[in-house]
């Protein structure tokens, strides 16, 4: 009987408690949605509010205005279809990175933070920022890069015509001046009618009236720009002049650095450039930068993993930074035939070395030794001896040319790929159902 006055509340309470689990049934509970569908895969409202932070956070680390939010979740929401589309094309054609490539390239951005991985991982979490999503988006990052290289630029042809124009006309090979441009780029579909177009051509006016009227560059191009650089303020790399698409080169001949240029047009859609800054201007094709470098190589095979050959050159170097010979490391330990020559690879011209490398030698100042550095052929530590800028061969005038004409091309051969990527592609857009 004693427990009987406890059963009597229990009792009592019983229609209450039955109400209030009522109320929560019938009370609505958040669940993710989708927002978009591309082919046979979704995007949902989630993916697209962890870009918007993401973004929102970049933006004001740079001091950039915020465009207003409606306008920002369109302009990412369009950004996570051309990537989702990428990174589509890319499994169905078999490409990815590996996960001891992407560890690789986490140790790199690391060592370029001056911390050890550990280390970027704990300031990471401490931003809020959670790890295993970061490395997802390094490998989505590497993965485009990986695809663009292959779909665009390795399929970029330079004729021995251009060339030869390109060398026979002495104002192209003069633009060696480095330029730091911004730019907006409106996309237009490759079936666009005339009612579309006049659309797209007024969207463009309207982001330039926009410059014109003092708006933030940075802040307009997050706003209406779909090139891949929109959320970093439309940035391009400083490059020299002679390396830009013609029609940026063209466009920013007759601009003061802060001057903007008028609407362009390419098959790709409309483009708006600012000329940030001009330095530089020698001679190209008269002088060519020459880097005089060594090297110890370590190959990676069935008997030697990636790892373990980063790790004993990371010991290589630590035995260099207190005093040890780089060319009698180079002759003991090296795998390749300038072993014999204390790793001394002679004098080298832009463009002799795959890209990793000349990267990496050309970021280092005479008599610096790299961090371990990986390329197709395997990890290397690289010493900068000396630098010059020597007298070109017709040959080597021609190499260069080349380059240059190659880099011309890439960015409009990449920017056609994504429109007819984009082109090819089904989208359902259900970010306006609320």
């Known amino acids: 009987m004693r427990f009987l006055p406890l059963f009597l509340v229990c009792l009592a309470l019983l229609p209450s408690l039955a109400a209030a689990q009522t109320r929560q049934s019938v009370m609505p509970i958040a669940i993710d949605r989708v927002i978009a569908v591309v082919n046979d895969e979704v995007i949902t409202q989630h993916e697209l ?3 918007l932070a993401n973004v929102e956070r970049q933006l004001r680390q740079r001091g950039t205005p915020q465009p207003p939010r409606d306008v920002l979740e369109k302009q990412l929401l369009e950004r996570l279809i051309v990537d989702r589309l ?3 094309f890319a499994n169905e054609t078999g490409l990815r990175i590996a996960d001891a490539e992407l560890d690789v390239a986490l140790r790199r951005i690391a060592e370029n933070n001056r911390m050890s991985l550990a280390e970027f991982r704990a300031a990471l979490e401490r931003d809020g920022i959670e790890w295993r999503r970061f490395r997802e988006e390094i490998r989505d990052e590497m993965t485009i890069s990986r695809l663009r290289e292959r779909e665009v630029e390795n399929r970029i042809v330079v004729s021995d015509g251009e060339i030869d124009n390109y ?33 797209l051509r007024a969207r463009a006016e309207e982001a330039l ?13 997050a706003s209406y720009s779909e090139a891949a650089d929109a959320m970093s303020g439309g940035l391009l790399e400083p490059r020299p002049a002679d390396r830009l ?3 940026y080169a063209d466009a920013i001949a007759g601009l003061k650095p802060g001057e903007t240029s008028g609407i362009l047009r390419s098959p ?19 002088t060519i930068r020459q880097t005089r470098a060594r090297h110890i190589l370590l190959k990676v095979n ?3 993993s990636s790892e373990e050959a980063r790790h004993k050159l990371a010991g290589l170097k630590e035995r260099l930074d207190n005093g040890a010979d780089f060319a009698e490391l180079a002759r003991l330990h090296s795998n390749d035939l300038s072993a014999a020559k204390g790793g001394d690879l002679g004098w080298l011209y832009q463009g002799d070395t795959v890209p990793e490398f000349e990267r990496a030698m050309d970021a280092m100042k005479i008599g610096e030794t790299s961090a371990p550095v990986q390329s197709p052929f395997g990890w290397h530590l690289i010493q900068v001896l000396e630098r010059k800028n020597a007298e070109a061969g017709d040959e080597r005038k021609r190499l260069v040319a080349k380059q240059a004409l190659r880099e011309r091309k890439s960015d409009e051969a990449y920017e056609d790929w994504l429109r007819q990527l984009r082109d090819r592609a089904y989208v359902e857009y259900r970010l306006e159902e609320r």
């Open 49 to 51: 509010r962890d870009r």
């Open 167 to 199: 060398l026979a006309h002495p104002e192209q090979a003069n633009q060696s001046a480095l330029v730091a441009l911004g730019h907006v780029i409106v996309r237009v579909p490759e079936q666009a009618d005339p009612i579309k177009l006049a659309q």
């Open 86 to 88: 990428q990174k589509q």
């Open 302 to 304: 069935e008997l030697v």
């Open 209 to 221: 009236a926009r410059i014109k009227a003092g708006q933030d560059f940075g802040q307009v191009a």
């Open 245 to 247: 698409p013609i029609l």
């Open 268 to 286: 790709a859609g409309f483009h708006i450039v600012k000329l940030i800054e001009r330095r530089g201007g020698s001679m190209v094709g008269a």
